[in-house]
């Protein structure tokens, strides 16, 4: 072996160190880009990938496994690979501890014309809202240092029950039931955003029947 290929094995090994390290910088889960930026090689990378080292979200943006908490591990995974998303529907629910149905897709709603990239991990299905549909609702919130954005309880309720075809009518109706008899319930808001869903002739008759 030649005097040149000698330090490769260690020079791999530093290069795997780099990513490692910047990714535990940025909360667990950075770019291709980045870790180059901090020293790394794509061989590396790909190597970590390949040991089970690193999570592949989506072409060119990792994880370290160990990184994210476990209750909402799936949704800043989706928020990170998805920067335009917004979870909605039964994934909304769930963040907002209004049902116990954990589904197995992360639910994210892009914009009508928006780009919505391949996601490898989690499992993302995709919902596509006007512009107006798609923004309302939609709040900002953090998971440990993490961003995410995520539709209003009153939001995700309008958005399930109006949607039949993509929420069941008994998970829809068990997850307004646990909002009316819960802390913090906003009846007035929940009607006004019925009406700016389009949403009143589905969501009045069940709140006045569960607040009577």
Known sequence: M???AKPQPAAHDRYERAALVALAKRGGIASMTELLREGSRPTAITSLWRSGRLIQLKAGLYQLPEALPSQHAAIVQ??????????????????????????????????????APKVSEPPVQYVRFRRGMYELGAES??????????????????????????????TALNALRRYLHGPGARVNDLLEMGRQCRATKWMRPYVEGLTA
Request: net charge negative; hydrophobic share 40%.
């Open 2 to 4: 030649s005097r040149s």
């Open 78 to 115: 989706a928020c990170t690979a998805v920067p335009n998303g917004v979870v909605a529907l039964v994934s909304a629910l769930h963040y907002h501890g209004l049902t116990d149905a954990n589904p197995e897709v992360v639910w994210v709603a892009v914009p009508l014309s928006g780009y």
């Open 141 to 170: 919130c953090c998971v440990d240092g993490h961003p995410v954005r995520v539709y209003s309880r009153e939001k995700a309720l309008c958005d399930c029950l109006r949607l039949p075809e993509l929420v069941t009518r008994e």
